[in-house]
């Protein structure tokens, strides 16, 4: 929504003061606000005056300023202090510019080039603080979220507000789930030809039972299986009874 307009210049609203508006000394005080101290001041008198800021003619300007203020004086408005010293600059540098230039002396830094400089910072600043302006800033442009569902107990489209809070507040207070992850220990097929081998030693006959890692699981019976397979082909064991009248069972070949 757009604001209202708060200048009237001859009977007429004006959103922003006017480029060439002349202000009155008493009025002075009511658009001081406007203005963010004397830098800003002066930035709005040069414009209105079409001065270009490269090429400004100080005397011009200061005689504006120096006037505003004297007529304030007058009319007993309290000024801040940093309004009477640029007062007293531009005073200082509107006699140097009457006074003729001497000759043979020290050169020194030109105070109205100084001047300038100030006022060329200051736009710059004020035209980046304009465009920073034009952000989305939290708490004026943009909000935080905030529901609060409350003891409603209105019913939409069938469902109530209380229902949906309690489910809402059932999966906050889940707990988290407890994940165990198994880590199955590798079978080598390798492995358990050597230790197939090793067990075979003792001259026994040995039952396919006895050959199991219970740690290994199915991967376990399968790799041994085939590993006594492997060692069947290579005639290191032989099978002494298959696993269908009895259970399997080996014993070693002797060399």
């Known amino acids: 929504m757009e604001s209202a307009p708060h200048i009237r210049v001859l009977d007429e ?11 009155p000394p008493a009025a002075f005080e009511i658009l001081l606000e406007h203005f963010e101290g004397p830098l800003d001041f002066l930035i709005y008198l040069i414009q209105k005056n079409g001065f270009d800021l490269l090429q400004l003619d100080i ?10 203020m004297d007529a304030m004086k007058s009319l007993n408005i ?16 509107k006699s140097r510019l009457l006074l003729p230039k001497p000759k043979n002396i020290e050169l020194e830094k030109d105070p109205k080039q100084q001047l300038i400089d100030r006022l060329e ?15 989305s800033i939290l708490e004026r442009d943009t909000f935080n979220i905030n529901v609060n569902l409350g003891q409603s107990t209105a019913v939409y489209e069938g469902y109530s507000v209380d229902l949906l809070k309690d489910a809402l507040f059932c999966v906050f207070n889940r707990p988290e789930p407890v994940v165990h992850q198994v880590q199955q220990e590798p079978v080598l097929l390798e492995e358990r030809i050597a230790y197939i081998e090793l067990m075979l030693e003792s001259g026994k006959v040995l039952n396919f039972s006895a050959l199991l890692k219970p740690s290994q699981g199915k991967m376990g019976m399968v790799v041994t299986f085939m590993a006594i397979l492997e ?25």
């Open 13 to 23: 609203w004006q959103e922003t003061i006017p480029e060439d508006l002349y202000i």
């Open 59 to 68: 005397a011009p300007i200061a005689s504006q300023y120096l006037q505003y």
């Open 78 to 93: 309290e000024l801040t202090a940093d309004y009477m010293v640029m007062a007293a600059l531009l005073a200082d540098l």
């Open 121 to 135: 910072t200051y736009l710059r600043i004020k035209k980046a603080a304009e465009r920073l302006g034009q952000f």
């Open 231 to 255: 060692l069947t082909r290579q005639q290191k064991v032989q099978i002494v009874a298959t696993g269908i009248e009895a259970p399997l069972a080996i014993q070693g070949v002797a060399a």
